[in-house]
């Protein structure tokens, strides 16, 4: 199951700097997502895939999930997901201004 | 346990909340920012105080003991950042107040500001290193905002650049701590450093401590910095002057605390990439430094320079060096703050940041011309100010310890310092108006006041380096030997 699960991961990170590396901002975009995608998958994978039953005290059972991890994916996702919205605002509001969402285009601009 | 401690993430965090339901009253905004600010300097003082008195202070985050739970840790070196972290705020503040201009007043700028304090005083208090990841996407998610705000197309183009560059960092920041919990099961950094020496530093963990490595780099501008000169550039000078004298740092206490507590076992692989890295630095730095006729990059491509420099500084890890990096980064964050400060009142003033197009100031502004002329022998590191003590004790441990190349690029790039700034001196101060249309700053003596109160700190610091000195050696001894901060830490 970890190999299959970091299989994903590897194919999500190549997909996704791929897409950051292409010119067109909703591109970049994605890609960032994708990559950002992986690394919780990769926290997720690193403490081991369901190893125990649920961290709680009523469970009696012999071997418990490591909690933390979720905890700290959690964190993460939340983090990702405020800073993906700014991204997109920010990204729109650069289309809006300059007219293209080619990342060449802005550059042009500044020659001028 | 000091529930002192969480009081300097507190109050910016709680300033900012009450800020933005404030967004029309922009007087009362500017009342209570300052109140916190110097709340902020107050209980920055209290912490040195009790530190200095008492040893390493720690608060367990809601009484669970390490390595449960997140840890805050004030040692010397972090109780000292945050202080002057928390002068060089107040000082910025004060700055945006003359300068910074209704309309971005009213569109949160003051809530960003105080969230960007929260996130650098947070990153310099934790003591866990996830902990340190959410800190540092505070404080990036303020500066992003900071940085965009007023929108225009310089400001969207380079926050786009900016963005991206944080935002791959921070992936690969996330992944490094998966690796590593994976490697010890643990992120507190007390633990860590005790799992790393049990462990020893072989195979994986070189490869974690390169990533981090990398990632505090893209963060400190340490070779990485290809982003800095154009994205530093963009925002208005009191935010400039803020993201110069804390960002990079906050990139450099990391790499400085990393280096210094938990990746201390392979110095060869780690600490000679660190030398590597800072000598590129200094030279890249000191290239762009000279290349450039405007304010603004010279300016930026100083902070590089002693980005580099503070890097040797903590390359060669004896306890002498470690002081003057603890020394030269509370001196360069105040005297950087102070070096856009004279930038900001130069440019509104000539109405202009080119630097050919300047000339004649110092009849109009004798007194900024001669703040930046002394300000420039400070950043060189000329005996009697702020610069020379950190310097001195970097360089003279970088010969003893057979660091000689780097030492002497160290000291070469101390005259590219002088030679860039005095350049620009020369240029604004010197001369005749080349300008016929005299922009008169408006509020000249509201910039001055901050501006003086830094220039008096570079003068104090340098004057009695010897009293600075007795708590800079406490924190260089915590850095120098881990035991004492894994101890203070995991003691209960």
Redesign the interface.
């Given at each position: 199951m970890e190999l299959v699960v970091a299989l994903a991961i590897g194919v999500l990170f190549t997909v996704g700097v791929y897409l950051?590396l292409s010119k067109s901002?909703l591109r970049?975009l994605l890609g960032?997502n994708l990559?950002?995608h992986?690394?919780?998958l990769?926290?997720l994978?690193?403490?081991g895939l369901k190893t125990g039953a649920p961290p709680l005290l009523g469970e009696k059972a012999e071997a418990y999930v490591d909690p933390?991890?979720q905890a700290?994916i959690l964190?993460?996702i939340v983090?990702s997901f405020?800073?993906t919205a700014?991204?997109i605002v920010?990204?729109y509001?650069?289309y809006r201004?300059?007219g293209t969402d080619d990342?060449e285009g802005?550059?042009e601009?500044?020659q001028q | 346990m000091n529930n002192l401690l969480v009081l300097p993430l507190l109050i910016p965090a709680f300033t900012a909340v009450i800020l933005i339901f404030l967004k029309e009253r922009v007087d009362l905004q500017r009342i209570i920012s300052a109140v916190s600010v110097f709340l902020n300097i107050l209980v920055a003082g209290i912490i040195v105080y009790q530190v200095s008195t008492k040893g390493i202070q720690t608060l367990y985050m809601g009484g669970w003991l390490p390595p449960y739970g997140i840890v805050f840790v004030a040692d010397m070196f972090a109780a000292l950042l945050v202080l002057v972290g928390a002068i060089v705020g107040a000082a910025c503040l004060f700055f945006s107040f003359a300068s910074i201009g209704e309309e971005r007043e009213r569109f949160y700028y003051y809530p960003f500001f105080h969230f960007l304090l929260t996130g650098v005083f947070g990153s310099f208090l934790t003591g866990d290193l996830f902990n340190l990841f959410v800190c540092f996407e505070v404080l990036l998610v303020a500066s992003y905002a900071l940085i965009v705000l007023g929108g225009s197309k310089g400001q969207l183009r380079e926050t786009l650049k900016y963005v991206l560059v944080n935002v791959i960092s921070s992936s690969l920041f996330v992944a490094t701590l998966a690796y590593l919990y994976a490697a010890t099961g643990t992120l507190n950094m007390a633990h860590l450093s005790m799992r790393v020496a049990e462990a020893g530093q072989g195979g994986v963990m070189n490869v974690i401590a390169v990533l981090l490595l990398i990632v505090f780099s893209i963060k400190a501008g340490l070779l990485l910095f290809f982003w800095l000169p154009d994205s530093y550039s963009a925002p208005p000078v009191a935010v400039r002057a803020l993201f110069g004298a804390l960002l990079t740092k906050v990139g450099l206490y990391a790499i400085t605390r990393t280096f210094t507590l938990i990746f201390i076992q392979e110095p060869g692989l780690t600490h000679s990439l660190i030398a590597w890295m800072a000598g590129a630095t200094m030279i890249l730095g000191a290239i762009g430094a000279l290349a450039y006729n405007d304010l603004g990059r010279i300016f930026n491509y100083n902070i590089i320079i002693s980005v580099g420099f503070i890097a040797f500084g903590i390359s060669v890890a004896t306890q002498d060096s470690l002081n003057g990096v603890v020394f030269y980064l509370m001196h360069d964050m105040v005297a950087k703050a102070l070096l856009f400060f004279l930038g900001g009142m130069i440019i509104s003033a000539s109405g202009t940041d080119r630097l050919k197009e300047m000339g004649g100031l110092i009849r109009r502004y004798p007194w900024t011309g001669w703040m930046f002329f002394v300000l420039t022998l400070a950043l060189v590191g000329v005996p009697p100010l702020s610069g020379f003590a950190g310097k001195v004790m970097m360089v003279r441990s970088g010969f003893g310890q057979n660091h000689v190349a780097l030492a002497l690029i160290a000291l070469a790039s101390s005259f590219i310092v002088l030679y860039s700034l005095i350049k620009v001196f020369q240029q604004v101060f010197w001369g005749g108006e080349k300008r016929e249309e005299q922009v008169k700053p408006l509020h000249y003596k509201a910039m001055m006041a901050p501006a003086a109160v830094l220039f008096a700190i570079v003068i104090l610091m340098g004057v009695g380096a010897e009293t600075v000195n007795g708590y800079v050696s406490q924190a260089g001894a915590v850095l120098a030997d881990p035991a004492l901060y894994i101890n203070a830490v995991m003691k209960e």
């Open positions: 950051v901002l970049i960032t990559i950002t992986g690394v919780h990769l926290l994978t690193m403490s933390l991890p700290l964190t993460s983090i405020g800073v700014f991204f920010l990204a509001r650069t201004s300059t990342v802005t550059k601009e500044r | -």
